[in-house]
């Protein structure tokens, strides 16, 4: 393969982008491209990019400028390198991209990736090609399936899009600019996808989407399927071992999906819930359209119906107007659920967002006082939800040789990284570990007792 054209893709934001840059790469391997780790020796450069707040889109004009330099390199050397910029800026801001950033050749926005190679012929013989419109076909058809050694290398725990779009139109969010309408995969679809991975050796699958638990599918029979319907769908594919979905919406967390998390043991009991604030006021004033007291009971209802589900959760302080009230009410609901971890975020006026227009925009200073109290507050919720397996058993489920030799690293339920000594044979098995210690993001453990004769033999060690 000496001939074949290398790729090289960077990911930036959330595992939707993750996704869409496998399926980029699997598009282009057809057309004689292998995936390079590295820009520097790349014949093309493709930057999936995030707009979700102004420091992640701010990172793609340097990147493109760091990339710059490697493509003049390569061009005094006599080699073309392409540079592609995708994803949400891309949608966003495709024209300024051209006008700003001369050294790239094609922005392709995140519905149109099933037309790279006709894109990147055109590039390559000199055209300036910009594609943002959203199509009327759908990508996932037009995309090409993973190969089975390309699956395998990327690990045996897989993110899969089932849904895409929102139509929620937070007044924070630019997501239903850029990503459009709230669109789901039919059910068996997303099945034969699966299917395919766990014949490669997947283990583990996570249902993405920005709204997943929106999710409303067309099921075999041809009735709409809720995301518990196609979880117990997916549940039913050989191989598959563990299931779980992000990101969901307070609004959609319906009975169906609860009683999901009952019936199925493959549905892993950790939930991506984010709630934004504490405060009534600012949640109207985000277009939320739940209360704290809804969200508050939502947690309720799925902690009666399984106790061991554990709770993360997405925040955003110093919305507009959002006043020392506000911030202790955000404080008051943290408490009250006790969360195992959370992604904390500063509010960044989005262009064209009704809430960047909002008057009583928080000065910079006081967002980043309220970021700090909120942060040591989850992080000391982190600790101790870690803190409480010591001396208890977790089913985790192995995926690679760690650092130290005869080390594997797996993930508990609750997706802790945890270490152990074993054998490679049993990279995939699920097996109990005792937790014995707590590092900074990881648990240790050994081999529960029990457990320990039966898996050996079986791994043949
Ligand atoms: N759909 C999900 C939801 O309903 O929460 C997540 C969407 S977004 C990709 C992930 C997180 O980014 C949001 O939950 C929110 O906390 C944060 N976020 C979105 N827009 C933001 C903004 N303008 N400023 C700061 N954080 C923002
Ligand atoms: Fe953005 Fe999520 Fe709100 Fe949709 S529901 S607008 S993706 S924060």
Redesign the pocket.
Known sequence: MSNARKVHVKSF??QMNVYDSHRMADTLAPEGYVETATPDDADLVILNTCH??EKAADKVYSEIGRIRVMKDEAAAQGRQMLIAVAGCVAQAEGGEIVRRAKAVDLVVGSQNYHRLPEMIARARNGERVIDTEFPVEDKFDALAAPRREEIAKRGIAAFVTVQEG?D?F?T????PYTRGAEVSRPVEKIAAEIERLAAAGVREVTLIG??VNAYHGVAANGAAATLGGLLRRLARIEGIARLRYT???PRDMDDDLIAAHVDLPELMPYVHL?V?SGSDRILDAMNRRHTAAHYLDIVARMRAARADLAFTS???VGFPGETEEDFQATLRLVETVGFAGA?T??????PG?P?ADMADQVPAEEKTRRLHALQALIARQQRDFNAQFIGRTLPVLLEKPGRLSGQLVGKSPYLQAVQVMAPPGLIGRVVPVAITELGTNTLFGVLAEDARAPVLAEAGA
């Open positions: 934001g959330c979700i707040r929102c929620k937070c924070f969010c630019v997501v920005q709204n990101t969901s919406h984010p934004q997405d925040f955003i992604y975020f500063a509010y960044s006026p989005r967002t809430a």
